[in-house]
């Protein structure tokens, strides 16, 4: 059990139902070649945890009993399970619109340098992380170098025609503050990001994304061990808004992890707490073929409240916007 699970799980957030089914998010493993800071699944390059070609059948087969719009793959690095490229164009000759959340880095990694013009050529729909428009502050927390290989990655994807006008192909960037504070105005920030890479780097993307960093896992610990998770608790708790609870994304996703196990979401998922139905403990995502998840309950915990706070936050970015 994660040391920061026992001070989540006596919450008192507001009990959710599930709406309709739309998004399948599947973390296909936790390599990654990064281990940055605010990483809410410790993924670096030394995980060896990686989704296998029968578990990606199970999936597909229960998107094709489902109502699922999107895909949504994350990892660590998704695109480094070797199985990725298969996934993507079944679900996209599936009529899915396909989500890649990538590190941008990854692009240039041995094997990958490729990965770009296929995810282009499929029109997979590109989420990046870029925590800060600054080299300083994205060095110091996705370690040295990450900026510049992140621009060059940027540029790639321009010349591809990735978040240019007009394009079908859609890049839209993650920001996530460096400490425990809540994101900035979404819109505010931007257009701060927008004119900032475009004077100094040329870059263009369509949309930023703010993220409220979850107080789990590896952000999570580092908070225990300076002795500032209860006061970020209690900045998420006050800044809560009953309204941002209609939108979280748990409402119409479910997240998947590399064994097939499925949970109400992502962060759900790096805390072990998994989806259930009929009291049932655990439940694969071959269990669910044919199962309706509308208005089960989500569970929930304290964590929950980073999605509530402020503006909101989720995998879609702000709630409020």
């Not at 605010?38 to 993924?43: G, I």
């Not at 805390?271 to 071959?286: C, F, K, T, V």
Request: charge should be negative.
């Amino acid at each position: 059990m994660h040391a920061t699970l026992p001070l989540l799980i006596a919450s008192d957030f507001p009990a959710l139902r599930r709406a309709a089914l739309e998004t399948l998010q599947v973390n296909l493993g936790y390599k990654c070649n990064q281990s940055c800071l605010h990483c809410h699944v410790n993924a670096g390059p030394n995980r060896t945890e990686m989704m296998d070609r029968k578990t990606i059948e199970q999936l597909l087969a229960f998107i094709d009993g489902a109502s699922i719009r999107t895909l949504d793959l994350t990892g660590g690095a998704p695109e480094l399970n070797r199985h990725f490229r298969h996934f993507v164009t079944a679900a996209r000759q599936r009529g899915l619109e396909v989500i890649d959340r990538c590190n941008l880095t990854v692009l240039f990694e041995p094997g990958q340098q490729d990965t770009a013009r296929f995810l282009a050529d499929n029109k997979v729909k590109i989420v990046a992380s870029m925590p800060c428009y600054l080299k300083d502050n994205v060095d110091r927390q996705r370690g040295d170098g990450t900026f510049e290989c992140s621009l060059q990655a940027l540029r790639l994807l321009n010349s591809l025609g990735y978040g240019t006008a007009g394009s079908e192909r859609r890049l839209d960037l993650v920001y996530n503050p460096q400490g425990p504070q809540l994101p900035p105005s979404q819109e505010t920030l931007e257009q701060d990001y927008k004119q900032h890479l475009a004077q100094q780097y040329g870059i263009e993307f369509n949309q930023l994304l703010t993220l409220t960093n979850m107080p789990i896992k590896r952000f999570g610990s580092t908070l225990v061990s300076r002795g500032e998770f209860g006061s970020y608790m209690t900045l998420l708790k006050t800044a809560h808004q009953d309204d941002n609870t209609c939108s979280v994304m748990c409402r119409s996703l479910i997240s998947v992890d590399w064994q097939g196990y499925v949970y109400d979401c992502d962060f759900n998922q790096m805390l072990d707490i998994p989806l259930q139905i009929d009291h049932r403990s655990r439940l694969h995502i071959a269990d669910l073929t044919g199962v309706d998840l509308a208005n089960q309950p989500i569970r929930v915990a304290d964590h929950c409240y980073a999605c509530t706070a402020g503006q909101g936050s989720s995998c879609g970015g702000a709630l409020e916007t």
